[in-house]
């Protein structure tokens, strides 16, 4: 099994199921993205550059944006939490996820894969 997807797996409820959702959603939307394991955590790449990443910690899962500094939709929805630059979509139970907001800044995030970090 790939480890990334070892890492969702042995995940407590309801951040299994958080990410088992944001998987699905990700890779249905992006079907070129590749899933590694990098950094220790789920990290979506496409043609070999980072893309977003899957990280459960203190109660939430964030899904951040390898190059968030360019992002131009829903930026409302995103936090920095502490960090200048990588920006994430939080949840705490699958009901939080809009799937609109999500794909829509996947696609976002996708139209500027080839721009640089910042």
Sequence with gaps: MNPAEAYILDQPEPFK?????????IETTVPTVELMYKY???????EG????YLNHTKGYV???FWNAG?????????T??????????RYTSVEDIDS???????K???EVKHKKFY
């Design 100 to 106: 609109t907001i999500l794909i829509d800044v996947l």
């Design 17 to 25: 199921s958080i990410l088992l959702h944001l998987q699905v959603l």
């Design 40 to 46: 220790k955590i789920p990290f979506y790449y496409i």
């Design 108 to 110: 976002d995030a996708y």
């Design 80 to 89: 920095t939490a502490g960090r200048k630059v990588m920006k994430s979509l």
């Design 62 to 64: 964030d899904v951040g």
């Design 49 to 52: 550059r980072p893309f977003c």
């Design 70 to 78: 360019h992002l131009t939709k829903h930026l409302e929805h995103m």
